[in-house]
């Protein structure tokens, strides 16, 4: 099969109905009787995390950020459903999305101009397309909370493969596997283990009680409260919670043992849009999406994301990247295994 025939998107209908609208997020003192100059970006990552580096931009450049959100519940497809929809008139100049393997499913369908970034030199080659046409940076990985006053260190489940033992059973939560980085993480399974395996563990965890929620934030939510005793999310999500004294600790999942499968990792993506209105714009602001500056800021706020140039200070409450077993996965597989993955979710969950 080839790789634009794989590359489709199931939830379209679904997911562009649920794309919020437009919000600004300041504006960087345009000068009278100039043009505005302003940038279209399309986002996926959460807003409170975004503006963050929307606003540094702004200050640094005079150029006014204008973004699209998605919502938390469909995290990605909706705005990767959006730019299939306006492939013909590109209303955006660049995609940053949070979801590695939905932006990187969007080359197949011809949505992804050409730019390489000199900021990006120092990011390794694996998190980086060779044409220009996607660039990582900011990574999360995925971990597991549990709730301390319902479970101990000693028996807190160490390994995704721990939530299809019975003594798991409706006591754990991960989010809608069709959205997200749960999406991600479940198609790294399908390219790693292969599909049938992949979905045979899907069926164990339906079998053994998951409880599907909302999002990474209502998964955090559920084990703070006690309403499950663990969950698999993302580490930033984890880290509000135990930023918030939440009775809740962090556990990095597959990291035992020689054959240990590793905690997918997971880069932010800048896009450059095929046919941006404003290219030249879209090109600086990835200039500054991907440099060490940008990486910093994520480290340090509660986004609490990995940076992918070496030099740059990983976040406080988490082990350096070098210490952490990493997933051995392709990115263009695991964005290639999406639909079969979804199509498994469909059948296993009825989502």
Not at 105 to 118: E, H, R, W
Not at 143 to 158: C, F, K, Q, S, W
Request: glycine share 8%.
């Amino acid at each position: 099969m080839s790789e634009r025939s794989c590359l489709t998107f199931p939830m379209i209908v679904l997911a562009l109905g649920m794309v919020l609208g437009a919000t600004g997020c300041g504006r960087a003192g345009s000068q009278p009787g100039k043009a505005e100059q302003s940038v279209v970006v399309y986002c996926s990552a959460d807003k409170e995390f975004a503006e963050l580096i929307f606003k540094a931009y702004e200050a640094k450049s005079g150029v006014t950020v204008r973004p699209l959100y998605d919502t938390e519940e469909t995290k990605t497809a909706g705005l990767t459903a959006r730019l299939v929809a306006e492939k013909a008139r590109p209303k955006a100049d660049v995609f940053w999305s949070s979801d590695t393997s939905r932006a990187v499913a969007l080359v197949g369908q011809d949505l992804a101009a050409s730019y390489v970034s000199p900021a990006a030199e120092g990011i390794p080659a694996r998190y980086k397309d060779p044409s220009g046409r996607w660039t990582g940076f900011g990574a999360r990985i995925r971990v597991i909370l549990y709730n301390t006053a319902r479970v101990t260190a000693a028996d807190a489940p160490r390994s995704i493969a721990d939530f299809i033992n019975p003594r798991w059973k409706g006591r754990f939560a991960i989010a809608n596997p069709h959205f997200g980085t749960t999406s991600f993480q479940m198609a790294a399974l399908f390219s790693k283990w292969g599909d049938a395996k992949a979905a045979a563990f899907l069926q164990q965890l339906k079998e053994n009680g998951a409880v599907i929620a909302a999002g990474n934030a209502d998964v955090k939510d559920r084990v703070a409260d006690g309403r499950v005793d663990a969950g698999i999310l993302d580490e930033d999500d984890a880290v509000v919670a135990v930023r918030d004294k939440k009775p809740v600790a962090i556990a990095i999942p597959d990291q035992e043992g020689a054959d240990a499968l590793g905690t997918p990792l997971m880069p932010n993506v800048a896009m450059l849009i095929q046919g941006a209105p404003n290219r030249e714009q879209g090109q600086r602001f990835i200039d500054f999406l991907v440099s060490k500056e940008a990486e910093r800021i994520l480290a340090e706020s509660d986004a609490a994301q990995y940076p992918l140039h070496a030099d740059v200070a990983g976040p406080t409450l988490l082990p350096p990247l070098n210490r952490i077993r990493v997933m051995e996965v392709d990115y263009v597989d695991v964005a290639r295994r999406l639909s079969l993955m979804d199509d498994a979710v469909k059948s296993v969950f009825g989502l």
